[in-house]
């Protein structure tokens, strides 16, 4: 990495930048310019190397500004001799106890003067770094088919599934396989027989199913009228059936059909294993869609290019290791979970008995669905409700703190997984800064 990064504060503030740039493990020189002053941070793959205690009373002024910018510049070559280099939370902490202000999230208060002569390095060095566990990829040996179940019997209104409606003639192939299978994706399927009975208001997305085109002879207005009165509350429409009418298919098109696919003519076998695939995959590209599409909070291009710059080239994993590193600057636990087509999986934590719970959650669990779906962060659980206590499980614990914060990380298209954390039991900090990283980073191992 070569290229000099910069940026406004009014988009990331100094402590997440700080944290961020020592998350990657990255070297250089971070200079922030304020009107409380300017500073450089000098960065030896991800520690800061200690100032004097002058130098302090000046970070301490200006992290706490709001107005300016910074500037990185990376290192090329080698560090060269080292001084004391202290983890990011450490330095913070230094600061903190130097500038006498108010209390801060940053850390506990620590003996300035002996980090400054390098007299707790070993300590400081141990402690700022949490220990990270990575769970196996092999999906879990029990079915989470009765999680999904206990949950529908005893809170079924904690259950959020998207409403899946299936106009077809033949009801039959969609109630044995693949209404299970689409169960477990957090989708239940409504079926309807004719194009007048169907009610799109409390629909997410219609597939209208005919298998021949004799189904639609004599009856095409209706055909037509259900895909614009579907259309109009804002529903996608999957058309699946023959395609080799022109006239048809333009008519189709006109009456704002999103995604044509040919049927097949037999739903049994290997064919009809595939077209129920390809049908489940374009189903689930038209609810993501429809799902972040209007709340996706725009990362500053400043950040973006930060940010990317400072993980090109890292492995999946590493990037992964990186972002629970920047978690755990404000979080006493936490474990990031990625989201999957029938279930939600724990890949990796720390604080966290992790072994003890299984680290999977069915789809459709309303606490999380909602989350995924929408893209907005919780930042307060009810720890008694049915899926708060599927999630404590789930990272090993009989009940989570209500002061839990649930934070989505994905692209600009999708939800991809989440980040579960808390500071076990004590009031959360601000999560802006890192609910704001948390959607870009997590593009980088998902």
């Given amino acids: 990495m070569a290229r000099i990064l910069s940026g406004s504060l009014r988009h990331l503030s100094p402590p997440a930048l700080l944290r961020l740039v020592s998350a990657t493990g990255a070297s250089g020189t971070l200079e922030l310019v304020t009107d409380a002053g300017v500073i450089q941070i000098d960065m030896v793959d991800g520690g800061v190397r200690m100032a004097t205690e002058r130098d302090l009373r000046v970070v301490a002024r200006i992290l706490e500004s709001q107005e300016g910018s910074y500037r990185f510049s990376p290192l090329i070559g080698d560090a060269g001799e080292t001084d004391v280099i202290l983890d990011a939370a450490d330095f913070l902490a230094a600061v903190q106890t130097v500038s006498k202000s108010r209390k801060t999230s940053f850390a506990s208060e620590i003996d300035v003067d002996a980090l400054i002569a390098g007299e707790v390095l070993e300590l400081s060095g141990a402690a700022g770094k949490p220990a990270i566990h990575v769970l196996p990829e092999a999906p879990p040996e029990n079915p989470l088919d009765d999680l999904l179940e206990d949950l529908a019997e005893t809170a079924p209104g904690e259950l959020l599934m998207a409403q899946v409606g299936v106009v077809s003639h033949d009801p039959r192939p969609w109630r044995g ?6 169960r477990r994706r957090g989708w239940q399927v409504r079926l309807f027989g004719v194009p007048t009975d169907v009610e799109p208001r409390d629909l997410d997305v219609l597939v209208v199913h005919q298998q021949l085109s004799i189904t639609r002879i004599g009856r095409e207005d209706d055909w037509l009228e259900l895909v614009r009165r579907v259309r109009a509350e804002g529903t996608p429409v999957i058309w699946v059936g023959p395609l080799g009418d022109p006239v048809w298919v333009c008519h189709l098109v006109d009456a704002g059909v999103n995604f044509l696919l040919p049927s097949v003519q037999a739903e049994g076998g290997e064919a009809g294993h595939r077209f129920f695939k390809a049908l489940g995959t374009v189903v689930d590209r038209w609810l993501s869609h429809e799902r972040v599409g209007g709340t996706e909070v725009d990362t500053p ?30 979080l006493s636990r936490g474990a990031v979970f990625s989201v999957e087509g029938t279930s939600v999986r724990c890949r990796a934590g720390f604080g966290y008995p992790l072994g003890l719970g299984g680290g999977a959650l069915p789809r459709g669990v309303g606490l999380l669905e909602r989350m995924i779906r929408d893209g907005e962060g919780i930042l307060e659980i009810d720890p008694s409700s049915g899926g708060a206590l599927q999630l404590a499980k789930a990272v090993g614990l009989g009940k989570l703190p209500s002061q839990t914060v649930v934070l989505p990380l994905g692209t600009r298209v999708r939800v991809h997984g989440f980040l579960v954390g808390d500071r076990e039991g004590e009031a959360l900090p601000n999560m802006d800064d890192l609910s704001m990283l948390a959607r870009r980073l997590g593009g980088a191992f998902f």
């Fill in 177 to 182: 396989s693949v209404d299970r299978e689409w």
């Fill in 301 to 330: 291009k400043a950040v973006t290019d930060l940010v990317d710059t400072l993980l090109h080239g890292v492995e999946a994993d590493d990037a992964l290791g990186s972002f629970l590193q920047l978690a755990s600057s404000q």
